[in-house]
């Protein structure tokens, strides 16, 4: 019989497993929203995206809201994003800084820029929150959200070209 592991240890393996989870779920997403069935309607979801997606309202998505805070800032300081193209646009994901105190990866339709938004946490496992511009604060946030990566990208562009930043 084995030695147990240590508490520390233990968490940190949970940790790491349900970041993993979180940001592979984020990248499929952004795949899928990227790459529609052909022979959906117009805006239509993947059947994996609808089952991922819980629509919430912004006022009480907390963990939304500190993505959407600090999406820009990780994009402008070198922290990890991409970007999915193909027929559905261009859809981006963003995930937090590793080992941070927040755990989120952001996926946002960017070009053309439309809703869903969706945001994963370790805590919704297979799950995401959707929001979109159901009210008057999510319409402004999703504005600002939007605002802020497209600085972000500028701010990015400009340490990478000051050697402030290695290339993507």
Known sequence: M???????LVDVDRWRAA?????RLAERLAW???HPDPDA????????????????RWASAVDAQVAFDHAPRVIALGGRFGRVAGRGGVVLYVHCFEGGMDDWSLVVPWE???GPVLVCVDDLEDHCMWISEDDPPAR??????????ELAFGTRAALTADGGLPPD
Do not use: H, K, N
Request: aromatic share 4%; glycine share 10%.
């Open 2 to 8: 084995g030695t147990p592991q240590e508490p520390a």
């Open 19 to 23: 970041e993993g989870r979180r940001r």
């Open 32 to 34: 899928e929203l990227a």
């Open 41 to 56: 309607p117009r805006d239509g979801l993947s059947d994996f995206v609808a089952a991922a997606a819980v629509r919430v």
């Open 112 to 114: 053309p820029f439309a």
């Open 140 to 149: 402004e946030a999703l504005s600002l959200l939007r605002t802020g990566i």
